[in-house]
């Protein structure tokens, strides 16, 4: 028994994306064809209980989603409900309420330092 309970702490299993986390938008597949994004997209999990959309174009932009809830295979935000997996630091989603993301997308997102919650809820304001 503790032997498993070390495996699933290692493997991650059953965890989900912290709050105060930022992810990168790696790639967007659309029936198994890539979708072009501009610039640079981020999803942010705000420690506040808001998600956010942010850019990166010539400077940081970034709008409130609304507030969210992640559970251990659905990410909430608003009343938009989008099954994800997680492994380490990557996460794939199928679409969160992303602007300009088509609904039958596939989302691969990774962890990311920078930019920070708080760069991306000062650059929403």
């Known amino acids: ?9 290692v493997t991650g299993c059953g965890s989900k994306p912290a709050k105060g986390s930022v992810w990168k938008v790696a ?15 981020y999803l942010c999990f705000h420690s506040d209980g808001n998600a956010y959309q942010a850019t990166k174009l010539l400077g940081l932009t ?13 990410i909430t935000i608003g009343s938009n409900v989008s099954p994800y997996t997680l492994k380490g630091e990557k996460m794939t989603v199928k679409p ?13 997102l990774q962890k990311v330092d920078s930019p ?5 809820a000062k650059a929403a304001l």
Not at 1 to 9: D, P, Q, S
Not at 27 to 41: K, L, Q
Not at 116 to 120: F, S, V
């Open 1 to 9: 028994i503790v032997l498993f309970g070390a495996i699933t702490m």
């Open 27 to 41: 790639s967007v597949t659309v029936s198994g064809v890539a979708f072009p994004i501009p610039g640079e997209t």
């Open 62 to 74: 970034a709008v409130k989603l609304g507030t969210y809830t992640i559970d251990n295979k659905n």
């Open 96 to 108: 969160v309420g992303i602007t300009g993301i088509p609904s039958n997308a596939e989302v691969e």
């Open 116 to 120: 920070t919650q708080e760069e991306i």
